[in-house]
Each structure stands twice: as structure tokens, then as C-alpha cells.
């Protein structure tokens, strides 16, 4: 059997490496941003916010888009907007162009993780997505990561203008590749065989005989669909402090040299989308087909509270230990978005 379906997940897994590093690179920018354009600090948050609201507004349109056109234009379509959104935001004169730029950002990025996912579940059989989203998700992380420690040293060679460009142009590479590679479905690439085609599409036919063409009103009024929101929206709180706040917290509250650590939290947050990847696969392979979307998230929400209450203790004490329980929390926040989008899978069918 091919093992074509390990290559669209790397693909994925590479296109989230670039979403998170054009995401944070703002954060390692923002004392730069705020001296070249004269804006304070409460204007920066504005400008971390508005594009966390664009995001959420065109989230489900996105996800419309996906279904409707397949992943193969959406994603493309979506990663050259944003990527172009990214240079522009290195040409922003002024807070208001700033504001603009990033909420049409948002905007763009808002298709990335509901084009993948719908990716994710025409390619993937459903015995493999948790470990699958797992992978996939994790490359957020690893962006994130390497964009704290590479972004500060690339602003310092060549400006935080010229640096926004290059990440631009990084993602406009992928979205050629993708254009040129992927297909929708797996029985129109010519490298799948006969076995790999009929694996993948044996654990759809599973899927359908369970539970085929659900209303979207069932869906967005359904209980379990409520909590499955509100515990995403918990966990985003927290993790949204290391894409945004984070390094220009750590930077003025223990001085220069703090932010070394601002990586910390997403390099253990990657480990987490592994791990709980790999445990929502093996317990839906042992049977516990609804144990396995529920218990990974059980246990990383415990986790994160555990690491919360404990920040609230040291936050004044030193950067290494604030960050080690800051840490914690996120691996137990990242636990949860291998099995919720899992589920979601289950639910709406990609």
C-alpha cells in the first residue's frame, strides 16, 4: 500500500509551521512597531485583537468555502491572500494601516485550519486522525517556536519591514507547491494505488452508515457541539497569551534576555499535540471510539488548571520557574486540540 496520505499531512504540517510564524512574528516586532509608527501599548493590544476578531468572524465562512470548493483552491486561495497581507504588513504607515492590515489577515487566515481539516478527512482514514491532527497541529507549535528565536536575530540583520516580506513570500512558495500537488480527492492522484485508496475510503463508509447528511441546525444547536466551543474558547485564552503578549511580557518585566524562554510553552505545547495525537489513535483503536475524544481533553484541562493556579504563585518570583509553570499549562491546553477537532471531524465530516 502507497503511503501517499503521510505526505499530505507533512504538507499540512508545514503549512501550520508557516500560519504561527506569520502570526507571531508581530510579537517579536512589536517594540520596533510601536517606536516607527508612534503607537502605545494599548493601540498594540488593538492591533493583537482585531486580528484575533477577523479570525473568528470568517471561520465558518471558511469552512463553507472548503466544503464547497474542496481544500485544493480554498487553501491556496487563503495562504497567497494572507501571505500577501503578511508583506503589506511590513509597508503599514500608521496605527489605522496596521489595523486594517492585520484584520484582513485574520481574515485570511481564518480558512487555513478548516481547509486542512477538510484535507485531513478526505485523505486520512478515521482510525488515524487523532495522531494525524496531532501532527499536523503541532507544526503551529514549531513555528511559533522557531519564530521567537530566529525573528529577533532576522529584525536585527534586516528590519522588521523587510522581515515581514520574507514571510510573505515563504508562504506564497507553499501555496504553489500545494496548487501543483495536492488533489482533492486520493483517487485523482496518480502515485495513490487501489490499496491505499480503498483504506481511506473505508473508514468514510464507516463514518456515513453513523451518521450521514446532519442538519446544520442539529449541529450548532446540539449540546455537545456548545461545550466543545466553550472548551476551545478556554483553551484559547491561555494559548493565545504565547502568540501575542508573552515576549514583550517577559522582556519588560525581568528585563533584556527574558524572552529567551517566550519558546518554552510552544516546544512543550508540541509535544502535547503529539502525545495526545497518538493517545486519541490508540484508544479509538482499542474501541473507546468516544473515551478516546474525551479523556486526552480531560486530562489536559486538568493539567492546565494544575499549571494556572501555580503561575498565580511564582509570576513575581523568576522567569525560568514562571515559564515552567506557564509551560505546563500549555501542554495541558494543547492536549485538548488533537481530540476536539477530532470530534468535530466525527461531526460534521471534515
Not at 501571505?83 to 481564518?110: C, D, H, P, Y
Not at 479509538?284 to 503561575?311: D, E
Request: one cysteine or more.
Amino acid at each position: 500500500m502507497t503511503r501517499q496520505r503521510y505526505w499530505v499531512i507533512l504538507m499540512l504540517f508545514f503549512l501550520t509551521v508557516i500560519t504561527f510564524m506569520d502570526r507571531i512574528c508581530i510579537s517579536t516586532a512589536t517594540d520596533f512597531i510601536m517606536a516607527d509608527l508612534r503607537i502605545s501599548k494599548q493601540t498594540m493590544g488593538y492591533v493583537f485583537g482585531v486580528f484575533a476578531l477577523s479570525y473568528a468572524i470568517f471561520q465558518i465562512p471558511s469552512g463553507w468555502f472548503a466544503d464547497i470548493y474542496g481544500p485544493k483552491t480554498v487553501l491556496f486561495s487563503v495562504v497567497s491572500f494572507w501571505s500577501a497581507l503578511t508583506a503589506l504588513t511590513g509597508v503599514a504607515w500608521n496605527a489605522t494601516s496596521m489595523l486594517i492590515f492585520r484584520f484582513l489577515f485574520g481574515a485570511g487566515e481564518a480558512g487555513a485550519f478548516p481547509g486542512a481539516t477538510r484535507a485531513v478527512y478526505t485523505w486520512v482514514n478515521a482510525k488515524e486522525r487523532g495522531l494525524a491532527n496531532g501532527i499536523f497541529h503541532s507544526g503551529g507549535r514549531v513555528g511559533a517556536a522557531l519564530t521567537l528565536f530566529l525573528m529577533p536575530w532576522l529584525i536585527g540583520l534586516v528590519g522588521w519591514r523587510v522581515t515581514f516580506l520574507i514571510n510573505g513570500l515563504i508562504g506564497i512558495v507553499w501555496a504553489l507547491i500545494w496548487l501543483a500537488w495536492f488533489r482533492n480527492i486520493p483517487r485523482q492522484n496518480k502515485r495513490v494505488n487501489e490499496a491505499e485508496c480503498r483504506h481511506i475510503e473505508g473508514g468514510m463508509r464507516v463514518e456515513a452508515t453513523i451518521s450521514e447528511n446532519i442538519p446544520l441546525g442539529i449541529i450548532i444547536t446540539s449540546w455537545n457541539m456548545t461545550l466543545a466551543m466553550f472548551q476551545y474558547a478556554a483553551s484559547q485564552m491561555t494559548f493565545f497569551i504565547t502568540l501575542s503578549w508573552l515576549f514583550p511580557y517577559l522582556k519588560s518585566l525581568w528585563g533584556a534576555g527574558a524572552e529567551v524562554f517566550a519558546p518554552v510553552p510552544l516546544i512543550l505545547g508540541m509535544f502535547a499535540h503529539w502525545s495526545s495525537g497518538a493517545l486519541v489513535t490508540l484508544l479509538h483503536g482499542k474501541g473507546y471510539s468516544v473515551g478516546s475524544r474525551r479523556i486526552p481533553a480531560v486530562i489536559g484541562f486538568a493539567i492546565a488548571a494544575a499549571g494556572l493556579v501555580l503561575c498565580t504563585r511564582v509570576v513575581a518570583t523568576s522567569a525560568p520557574l514562571f515559564i515552567a509553570c506557564f509551560s505546563l499549562a500549555i501542554f495541558g491546553v494543547e492536549m485538548t486540540v488533537a481530540p476536539s477537532w477530532t470530534f468535530c471531524m466525527d461531526i460534521g465530516g471534515g
